[in-house]
């Protein structure tokens, strides 16, 4: 499975979806570049999201919030003190690591080879190790556990193969900034290390500006900063990534959490299948145990997705009661609540939070996609994502009439779908470039065409062939697009 990685990381920046971060100059680590195909895709299923969970939801509203923060925001949430990773670095070739990333990495590596009762563990309980072997994860563990199963299972350096190295210890995840318009301590200000915060920091502001009832939600879409050491795998962990974010607010005396927390299940699962087109088999739900689990959380699930180097999470559900808000009173000195119309209550809600990694959809709709048939390599992205929905060819492009004819057709359809125009090369290489970018339809102008005003459309997933009036065209794809 991670040589299909690499081929889809290859045909990646073969094609103008991702380019390494700052490449022209020997790159930057962990950053990454969206070219004019990826910028496509990942634009439609920004869009996407957006349509689904605000557009079509009459209890949803959006937010945009600052990307910088005031310190106390991120003083009040908990990220300055808890908010940090447990590295570890190689003493023969320096690179730094997440402990737990190597570890179950490591285990997924070696499944079946490894029986707990052969290790005799200290500060492990066998209970926790046998989980361990047998789930692949280690989140939540401390540094102490963590540093013993290394040990234990001799885990070498992914990059130098050597057993040596510095004892794990904790890494603030959140980047620092220093405004120039202020002095002292107060020009310390921290790049968004989430979403969320915003929308609870702007709670007050949302209720007293609108007319939203409990339960009622806040979704936020954009980029938020981890100052994050990853074993690679492409856009699916980076310092820099694109979050959308719910903070779904309800009165558990008046709301059975339990029945919100499965309708977004579903609301998650139904997006990924239908709305993205994932294959169910490569998706499952997994229930965070306790020591993983935040302390504030009542539950948490990931959606995990079947990704060439393993099961991982794509998309977080968490009920994290009313422990944000009441942060933010307790550090503000501020009531924020909510008054219940019928009762005249003060409400301090609950919330349920659905929090994706846009990054990680995309990066799942390119594995998901990715067919070899023969020679031909083809990503069968659903239509409605797909970067460009129709490319239209003239069959040759040294025929000025068919060029015209093709670049008048280009101009008609444009207006309504996402189109691309192509003449370079032959008609075939035409074709399988459209198939390496995910283009559901082909147009060839012919020399027929000039005659009977019709032309070929070849489908991206069959290769079949049909001619089709020009008139026709329109409603043809939107009748395809509506499936």
């Not at 557009?55 to 919030?65: M, W």
């Not at 009622?216 to 310092?239: D, M, P, W, Y």
């Not at 977004?264 to 169910?280: D, P, Q, V």
């Not at 180097?309 to 009441?326: A, N, Q, S």
Request: glycine share 6%; proline share 3%.
């Amino acid at each position: 499975m991670a040589d299909q990685m690499d081929k889809i990381v290859a045909l990646a920046k073969r094609r103008g979806f991702i380019y390494p971060g700052s490449e022209l100059y020997g790159g930057l680590a962990n950053t990454y570049d969206y070219g004019p195909v990826g910028t496509e895709l990942l634009r439609n299923i920004k869009n996407l999201w957006w349509d689904t969970f605000v557009h079509r939801r009459t209890d949803i509203v959006g937010l945009d919030a600052s990307l910088i923060s005031h310190q106390q925001v991120w003083e009040a949430s908990g990220h300055t003190s808890g908010f940090s990773d447990a590295l570890l670095d190689c003493k023969n070739c320096k690179r730094r690591i997440r402990a737990d990333h190597l570890i179950e990495d490591f285990l997924e590596n070696n499944v079946g080879e490894l029986r707990a009762e052969s290790f005799k563990p200290v500060k492990i309980s066998e209970d926790e190790l046998e989980n361990a072997i047998t789930t692949k994860k280690v989140e939540g563990w401390s540094e102490e556990k963590m540093e013993e199963i290394i040990s234990l299972l001799e885990i070498q350096c992914p990059s130098c193969e050597k057993l040596d190295w510095t004892g794990v210890r904790k890494f603030n995840l959140l980047f620092p900034v220093h405004l120039g318009i202020v002095e002292g301590d107060q020009d310390l200000a921290y790049l968004r290390g989430e979403t969320a915060q915003g929308m609870f920091v702007n709670f007050e502001n949302v209720i007293n500006s609108t007319r939203v009832r409990l339960p009622f939600g806040i979704a936020q879409l954009g980029k938020s900063f981890r100052n994050e050491v990853t074993l690679g795998n492409s856009v699916f962990r980076t310092i820099e990534f694109e979050q959308g974010e719910i903070e779904y607010f309800f009165d558990p005396e008046n709301e059975e959490w339990e029945k919100l927390f499965e309708s977004w299940k579903e609301s998650m699962w139904k997006f990924a299948t239908k709305s993205l087109g994932i294959r169910e088999e490569n998706l499952r739900w997994r229930l965070h145990g306790d020591e993983e689990r935040s302390f504030y959380s009542k539950q948490t699930v990931d959606l995990e997705y079947k990704f060439p180097f393993g099961f991982k999470e794509l998309w977080g559900l968490g009920y994290r009661t009313d422990y944000d808000l009441k942060q933010h009173i307790k550090h503000s000195g501020k009531e924020l609540y909510i008054v219940d119309p019928k009762t005249n209550k003060k409400v301090t809600p609950h919330v349920i939070e659905p929090a994706v990694g846009i990054n990680r959809l995309f990066l799942m709709v390119l594995a998901d996609a990715y067919h070899e048939e023969g020679e031909r390599v083809v990503l069968r992205i659903d239509p409605k994502i797909a970067p460009y929905k129709i490319a239209i060819f003239p069959l040759l492009a040294n025929k000025e009439q068919l060029v015209g004819k093709a670049k008048e057709l280009f101009e008609t359809l444009r207006a309504e779908f996402t189109c691309t125009f192509d003449e370079r090369g032959n008609i075939g290489k035409r074709y399988l470039y459209q198939d390496e970018i995910g283009t559901p339809w082909c147009v060839t102008v012919d020399f027929d065409s000039l005659e009977d005003h019709a032309v070929t459309v070849r489908d991206r997933d069959t290769t079949e062939q049909v001619r089709v009036p020009m008139t026709e065209l329109s409603s043809y794809f939107s009748k395809k697009l509506a499936k």
